[in-house]
């Protein structure tokens, strides 16, 4: 089993800064892409930002050039770094990890949400 567990969420005003991280930990092999998704209230969840294993990233146009995704490898940890935050921000945002177990088989996981508010 593996799971995945996210901090850094909160409030914040426009334009502020947030930084939240998503540490792996289990029944590990190795971690393919790591991501960060988003749901507001009475929308589909959607994809904010991911990181393949070698680095290659991949953004929401809604948040290029404000939101950074990345990975520290040897921690199984994947951050995203919040800029310019606007209130369309708000959202519950969600770790997801596509991981190979010990047992070889490729699962994907999901963390279980962390809330971030931007005030206007």
């Known amino acids: 089993q593996v799971q995945l567990v996210e901090s850094g969420g909160g409030l914040v005003q426009a334009g502020g800064s947030l930084r939240l991280s998503c540490a792996a930990s289990?029944?590990?092999?190795?971690?393919?892409?790591m991501g960060w998704y988003r749901q507001a209230p009475g929308k589909q969840r959607e994809l904010v930002a991911r990181?393949?294993?070698?680095?290659?990233?991949n953004y929401a146009d809604s948040v290029k050039g404000r939101f950074i995704v990345y990975r520290d490898n040897a921690k199984n940890t994947v951050y995203l770094q919040m800029n310019s935050l606007k209130p369309e921000d708000t959202a519950a945002y969600y770790c997801?990890?596509?991981?190979?177990?010990?047992?070889?088989?490729?699962?994907?996981?999901w963390g279980q949400g962390t809330q971030v508010t931007v005030s206007s």
């Open positions: 289990g029944s590990i092999f190795s971690i393919n892409h």
């Open positions: 997801n990890a596509m991981v190979e177990t010990l047992r070889h088989r490729v699962e994907n996981y």
């Open positions: 990181i393949t294993s070698s680095g290659s990233t």
